[in-house]
């Protein structure tokens, strides 16, 4: 991973083999960035996704093999339990233009993912709601 920083905006590049959600995490902790944005386009060969059932107030994970591009990864940034927690979504397509998305839990860049990243130099911590079973923005 590589990157470049412009005054609060970071400009990241994960390369092929590098897990893009263990990248950052080590980013945000090295840089330590409590709070901000990020967008990002690129190639994955692996993805692991999850989508939050409400009605079972859990998550159900789907797993992805083979190459695909990125036609959105987004997310935020905030702290849980004083570490950076990184809330991302990711959409994808493979080369029969079919598109898979959801919660990002982790995928492995296929060539490179490109990643600009805001840092509002500031904090926003989680906080567990019991009733939805996720940790929630503590605004």
């Known amino acids: 991973m590589k990157h470049k920083k412009i005054r609060s905006m970071y400009f990241v590049r994960i390369d092929n083999g590098e897990k893009i959600m263990e990248s950052l995490r080590n980013f945000l902790e090295k840089e330590n960035i ?17 989508f939050y059932s409400q009605e079972k107030k859990e998550y159900i994970e789907s797993n992805f093999h083979g190459e695909y591009e990125i036609t959105s990864l987004t997310g ?3 702290t849980l339990d004083g570490k950076p927690f990184i809330h991302a979504h990711i ?13 990002l839990d982790e995928a492995v860049v296929g ?3 490109e990643i600009f990243l805001k840092d509002a130099e500031s904090e926003i ?9 996720l940790n929630l923005m503590d605004l």
Do not use: E, P, V
């Not at 709070?35 to 999850?50: D, N, P, Q, V």
């Open 91 to 103: 959409a994808f397509f493979d080369s029969d233009m079919k598109s898979f998305g959801g919660h």
């Open 125 to 133: 911590k989680r906080k567990m709601d019991k009733g939805l079973r």
């Open 76 to 78: 935020n940034i905030s």
């Open 34 to 50: 409590r709070c901000g944005f990020f967008t990002g386009i690129g190639a994955i060969s692996h993805c692991t996704t999850k």
């Open 111 to 113: 060539a490179t993912c």
